[in-house]
C-alpha cells in the first residue's frame, strides 16, 4: 500500500468522521418523535417484524386517519437492535434526543436490552414500557418510577400457568406431587419466572424441574430426552422465543411428551413458531396477554386505509391479526394512549419523556376508550398508579388448532396477593444495592 | 522532512530506552493525550461519549489483555468473554458485599481475581498448544458462564440473573456508575485507567517479561534450551492478560451498561475481541486499539451513512449491508496488510521518514 492510497484512506476517514459530528437530522418542530427499538434482523427476526409492523402500523394509521394524536403528527424512527444489547444501547443513544422534544418513551422488545436501558432512563427521564416483558419487579412504581410493565410479567405469566394446571387438575389441593418442568431460554428471560415457580411449588407441594436451553436454541434433542423419557413430567412450562419455540415443539413430538401439556408463554405463542413445528404443534397451548384475530374494527381500518392505498408497514396484510402482530399494536396504544394523557394536559404540542412518565403514572384505559379504539376485547383494561406500574396482569390460556390460537380460558388475573409482596421485596433489594431511595406515592 | 530522527541525539541511557526515541512521536502522542483528555470531553456529544468512546476505550483494554496472551506469548485462547464476566461479577460481588470500597480498588481488586481465575486456566497451557490450546480456552469460556448463571450466590440471587452496578464516586464527590453519572465524568475515568494500563502494558512488554513472552511465541523448544521456564513465563502471560480482560469486564458492566447479564460476555464476545487482535495487529499495542477501533466504530459508521446522505432505507436493509460491507472490508484489509493495521501505521511510518523524497 503506498503513501497515496493511505493518504486517500485518511482523508475518506476523516471526511466520514466530520461528517458524523456534523449529523443532525431535520424533523418538524411540531410533529411527535417516536423512536422505536425493532429487530427486523438477526436470529430473533421472525418474532420481531410483526411486532415491529403492528406497532408501527399503529402509528402511520393515527396520522393517515385522525391526523395524529390530538393534531400533533407523528414521527416514526425505527433503529435495528437485532436483539442484541450493545446494538440496543446504541440505538437508544441515537434515537434518545432526536425530535423537537426527545424519546417521549422506549420499548425495546427485549429483556437484555430492557436490563441495560433501566439506568439510563432514569438520568434521561424516558419512561420504559416493557409490554409483558423486562424486569418484572419493574411493577413497584417507587422504586421503579420510569419503569412500566403494563400488561403483565413473567411472575404474572407463571402464576396464570399454575392458575390453569391446577383448574385442569381439579383445583390447586391436587397439584401435590405433580412434577412441573420449565424449558426455559438461558438468559435473564428466561430466569424471571422461576423464582415463582419455585413459591409456588413449596406453597402447592409440586415439584419444580429447570431446563436451561442455551441461545438460540436450535439443540435440545438432550432436553427433551431426559424430559419424555427418564423424567416424564406431567406438564411442561416454556418460556422460549425465536427458532427455540417450533425446535421443542418438534423435540417434545419426538418423544412423545402430549403438546396439550406443554403450556408456552406468550413470546413461545406466536404464528411462526408452531406453522414452524406443523401437525406436531396441534394442541399446543400458550397464554396470550392479547386476543388473536384480525375481525377488530381497528384493524379493518389498518387494512382499509393503509394496507389498500400502499402506506402499510409491511408489504403485505398478511401478518395483520396475528398474534405478535396484535402485541405490537397494543404497546403501540398504550403509548399512544399515554401521549394522548400528557398533551390533554400539558397541551397540544410534542410531549416530553417526564411529562409521558407524569401520563403513565396515572395511565387509565377504561372498557370504553377500548371501544373507541376500536379493539373491544382485545386486551383487558388497564390501570396504573404512583405505585403499581403493572395493573391487573390478565392473560388468557390459547390451544393452537392448526389454523389459529383458540382461547381456551377466559382472562385470567394473578394471584396479586402473592405476587405483590414479591414485587416488593425484589424491588427493596435492588434499590438497596443500588442506593436508591424509593419516592413515597401520596 | 518533518519526521525523521536525524539531528536527534541521545546522551543519556535512559534517553536511549524510552518509550518513544524520536521527538515527533512524543509530540505525537503528547498531542493524542491532550486531544482524548481535553478536546473530546469538550466537543462530543452525550452520544459520542457513551455509545462509541466508551466501548472503544474498554474493548481496546480487553483487546490489549488478549494481546499479551496471544500476540506476545503465542497462547491462542478464546476465553476472554469468560475473562471479562468473571470481572465483572467479581466487581459486583465486591461492591455489593463492601460498599464502602472505592471504586478503583473494586475493579482492580476484580481485575487480580480474574488473573487467579487465568492461571487456573492456564495450567494445560503448559501441555497443549495452537489450536488445542484455543479449544481448552473455549472450554473455560463456557464454564465460567455456566458457573455465573447456574449458581444464584453471584448475582446476590437476583431472579434474572442480572447484575447491577450501585452508583460509586471517585474523590469522594464524582459519580462514576450508576444513573446520575455524567458521561463525562465516566469517560475521564475509563480513559486514566485505560491509558494507565496501556503504559503499563508497554513496559511489561519491553521488559525481560515481555522479551520471555516474545522468546516463547517465536519458538518455545529454543526458549527452553536458553533457560526460559515455561511454567512461569506462560502463566505470567494467563495471569497479565486475564486481569486487563477482567478490568474490562467490571468496567463494561459497572460504567458502560450500568448492568449486564452473562449473556453480554458469551462466546460471541471472545470472537469479537479475538478478531480485534488479529485485526489490529498480533504483538502490537496500539493494534489492540486500532483494532477495537475497527470492530466497534465501523458498524456503527455504516448503520448511521445512509442517514446524513439523506438516504430514506428501511432500517433491515441497512443492517444486512452493514454486515456486507463490513465482512467484504475485514477482508480487504486482511489482503492488504495480513499483519493487521498496526503494521500499516508502522508502513505510514517508515515511508514518512524518507517523504517527500522516497527512493
Known amino acids: 500500500m503506498n503513501i497515496r492510497k493511505l493518504k486517500f484512506g485518511i482523508g475518506v476517514a476523516t471526511l466520514g468522521a466530520a461528517t458524523l459530528l456534523g449529523a443532525t437530522a431535520s424533523f418538524a418542530a411540531d410533529t411527535q418523535f417516536i423512536g422505536s427499538l425493532v429487530y427486523r434482523t438477526g436470529p430473533y427476526a421472525p418474532g420481531g417484524i410483526p411486532w415491529a409492523d403492528g406497532f408501527s402500523d399503529y402509528f402511520r394509521l393515527l396520522n393517515e386517519r385522525d391526523g395524529g394524536i390530538n393534531g400533533v403528527?407523528?414521527?416514526?424512527?425505527?433503529?435495528?437492535?437485532?436483539?442484541?444489547?450493545?446494538?440496543?444501547?446504541?440505538?437508544?443513544?441515537?434515537?434518545?434526543?432526536?425530535?423537537?422534544?426527545?424519546?417521549?418513551?422506549?420499548?425495546?422488545?427485549?429483556?437484555?436490552?430492557?436490563?441495560?436501558?433501566?439506568?439510563?432512563?432514569?438520568?434521561?427521564?424516558?419512561?420504559?414500557?416493557?409490554?409483558?416483558?423486562?424486569?418484572?419487579?419493574?411493577?413497584?412504581?417507587?422504586?421503579?418510577?420510569?419503569?412500566?410493565?403494563?400488561?403483565?410479567?413473567?411472575?404474572?405469566?407463571?402464576?396464570?400457568?399454575?392458575?390453569?394446571?391446577?383448574?385442569?387438575?381439579?383445583?390447586?389441593?391436587?397439584?401435590?406431587?405433580?412434577?412441573?418442568?420449565?424449558?426455559?431460554?438461558?438468559?435473564?428471560?428466561?430466569?424471571?419466572?422461576?423464582?415463582?415457580?419455585?413459591?409456588?411449588?413449596?406453597?402447592?407441594?409440586?415439584?419444580?424441574?429447570?431446563?436451561?436451553?442455551?441461545?438460540?436454541?436450535?439443540?435440545?434433542?438432550?432436553?427433551?430426552?431426559?424430559?419424555?423419557?427418564?423424567?416424564?413430567?406431567?406438564?411442561?412450562?416454556?418460556?422460549?422465543?425465536?427458532?427455540?419455540?417450533?425446535?421443542?415443539?418438534?423435540?417434545?413430538?419426538?418423544?412423545?411428551?402430549?403438546?396439550?401439556?406443554?403450556?408456552?408463554?406468550?413470546?413461545?405463542?406466536?404464528?411462526?413458531?408452531?406453522?414452524?413445528?406443523?401437525?406436531?404443534?396441534?394442541?399446543?397451548?400458550?397464554?396470550?396477554?392479547?386476543?388473536?384475530?384480525?375481525?377488530?374494527?381497528?384493524?379493518?381500518?389498518?387494512?382499509?386505509?393503509?394496507?389498500?392505498?400502499?402506506?402499510?408497514?409491511?408489504?403485505?396484510?398478511?401478518?395483520?391479526?396475528?398474534?405478535?402482530?396484535?402485541?405490537?399494536?397494543?404497546?403501540?396504544?398504550?403509548?399512544?394512549?399515554?401521549?394522548?394523557?400528557?398533551?390533554?394536559?400539558?397541551?397540544?404540542?410534542?410531549?416530553?419523556?417526564?411529562?409521558?412518565?407524569?401520563?403513565?403514572d396515572r395511565f387509565s384505559l377504561t372498557e370504553e376508550r377500548i371501544a373507541e379504539i376500536g379493539v373491544t376485547g382485545l386486551f383487558a383494561p388497564v390501570e396504573l398508579s404512583c405505585i403499581d406500574h403493572q395493573g391487573q396482569g390478565q392473560a388468557m390460556v390459547t390451544q393452537w388448532d392448526g389454523k389459529q390460537w383458540k382461547p381456551i380460558t377466559e382472562l385470567i388475573a394473578p394471584n396479586m396477593e402473592m405476587l405483590r409482596p414479591m414485587y416488593e421485596e425484589s424491588a427493596a433489594q435492588y434499590a438497596k444495592e443500588k442506593g436508591i431511595t424509593p419516592r413515597t406515592c401520596g | 522532512m518533518i519526521y525523521r530522527e536525524a539531528g536527534e541525539f541521545k546522551s543519556s541511557y535512559q534517553a536511549d530506552q524510552a518509550i518513544l526515541t524520536i521527538r515527533q512521536d512524543r509530540w505525537f502522542i503528547w498531542g493524542l493525550m491532550a486531544f482524548a483528555f481535553l478536546v473530546i470531553p469538550a466537543i462530543s456529544s452525550e452520544y459520542w461519549l457513551t455509545t462509541i468512546m466508551l466501548p472503544f476505550l474498554i474493548l481496546g483494554l480487553a483487546a490489549l489483555g488478549l494481546n499479551i496472551l496471544t500476540g506476545y506469548a503465542g497462547q491462542l485462547s478464546l476465553g476472554t468473554g469468560g475473562f471479562m464476566a468473571t470481572g465483572a461479577f467479581a466487581a459486583y460481588k465486591l461492591a455489593t458485599a463492601f460498599p464502602e470500597l472505592n471504586i478503583v480498588i473494586v475493579i482492580l481488586a476484580s481485575g487480580l481475581i480474574t488473573s487467579g481465575v487465568g492461571i487456573l486456566f492456564g495450567v494445560p497451557s503448559l501441555r497443549i498448544k495452537g489450536f488445542y490450546l484455543a479449544v481448552a480456552t473455549l472450554a473455560s469460556q463456557f464454564f465460567l458462564i455456566w458457573m455465573f448463571n447456574k449458581f444464584g450466590w453471584f448475582t446476590n440471587y437476583s431472579a434474572s440473573g442480572v447484575i447491577s452496578a450501585p452508583p460509586m464516586s471517585v474523590f469522594n464527590e464524582i459519580l462514576v456508575t450508576g444513573p446520575h453519572a455524567t458521561p463525562v465524568a465516566k469517560y475521564l475515568f475509563v480513559l486514566t485507567l485505560v491509558v494507565l494500563l496501556t503504559l503499563v502494558a508497554k513496559n511489561l512488554v519491553r521488559s525481560n517479561i515481555g522479551r520471555e513472552w516474545m522468546a516463547v511465541r517465536d519458538m518455545d523448544i529454543a526458549a527452553e534450551i536458553i533457560g526460559i521456564p515455561m511454567l512461569s513465563t506462560k502463566l505470567k502471560a494467563f495471569a497479565v492478560s486475564s486481569f486487563y480482560c477482567g478490568v474490562a469486564g467490571a468496567l463494561w458492566a459497572f460504567l458502560h451498561t450500568g448492568s449486564v447479564e452473562p449473556l453480554a460476555f458469551d462466546v460471541n464476545r471472545s470472537f469479537q475481541v479475538l478478531f480485534m487482535v488479529i485485526i489490529g495487529g498480533l504483538g502490537s499495542i496500539m493494534g489492540a486499539f486500532l483494532g477495537a477501533g475497527f470492530i466497534v466504530l465501523l458498524p456503527i459508521l455504516l448503520t448511521n451513512a445512509p442517514h446524513w446522505f439523506g438516504l430514506n432505507i428501511a432500517v433491515d436493509t441497512i443492517s444486512h449491508i452493514e454486515f456486507m460491507v463490513f465482512g467484504i472490508l475485514i477482508i480487504f484489509f486482511l489482503i492488504v496488510e495480513p499483519h493487521g493495521l498496526a503494521r500499516l501505521w508502522q508502513i505510514t511510518k517508515e515511508k514518512l521518514r524518507l517523504w517527500p523524497f522516497p527512493y
Open chain 1, 73 to 360: 403528527m407523528l414521527e416514526l424512527e425505527e433503529c435495528d437492535t437485532a436483539y442484541n444489547t450493545d446494538k440496543g444501547v446504541e440505538c437508544y443513544e441515537r434515537l434518545k434526543n432526536k425530535g423537537s422534544t426527545g424519546m417521549p418513551a422506549v420499548s425495546p422488545l427485549s429483556t437484555g436490552i430492557t436490563y441495560a436501558l433501566l439506568d439510563r432512563v432514569v438520568a434521561d427521564k424516558i419512561p420504559l414500557i416493557t409490554s409483558g416483558y423486562g424486569r418484572a419487579d419493574a411493577a413497584d412504581g417507587r422504586v421503579f418510577p420510569y419503569a412500566f410493565v403494563l400488561p403483565s410479567t413473567y411472575w404474572g405469566g407463571a402464576d396464570i400457568a399454575i392458575h390453569h394446571i391446577a383448574d385442569l387438575e381439579g383445583g390447586y389441593g391436587s397439584l401435590k406431587g405433580k412434577k412441573i418442568a420449565l424449558v426455559y431460554h438461558d438468559s435473564a428471560y428466561g430466569k424471571e419466572p422461576i423464582k415463582t415457580l419455585e413459591t409456588l411449588g413449596a406453597q402447592h407441594g409440586f415439584e419444580l424441574s429447570l431446563f436451561p436451553v442455551p441461545h438460540p436454541g436450535l439443540e435440545q434433542k438432550a432436553t427433551w430426552l431426559k424430559i419424555g423419557r427418564q423424567l416424564r413430567p406431567d406438564y411442561v412450562l416454556m418460556w422460549g422465543w425465536g427458532v427455540m419455540n417450533a425446535t421443542a415443539i418438534k423435540e417434545a413430538a419426538a418423544v412423545g411428551f402430549p403438546r396439550d401439556k406443554m403450556i408456552g408463554v406468550w413470546w413461545s405463542g406466536n404464528e411462526p413458531d408452531v406453522i414452524t413445528a406443523g401437525q406436531a404443534a396441534l394442541g399446543y397451548k400458550a397464554l396470550q396477554m392479547n386476543r388473536v384475530g384480525a375481525d377488530f374494527p381497528l384493524h379493518k381500518d389498518i387494512v382499509k386505509v393503509l394496507y389498500d392505498n400502499g402506506k402499510g408497514t409491511a408489504s403485505t396484510p398478511k401478518d395483520v391479526g396475528s398474534a405478535i402482530y396484535n402485541r405490537g399494536i397494543q404497546s403501540a396504544i398504550y403509548l399512544a394512549e399515554a401521549l394522548r394523557t400528557a398533551m390533554n394536559e400539558f397541551g397540544n404540542k410534542p410531549v416530553t419523556g417526564e411529562q409521558v412518565q407524569w401520563a403513565l
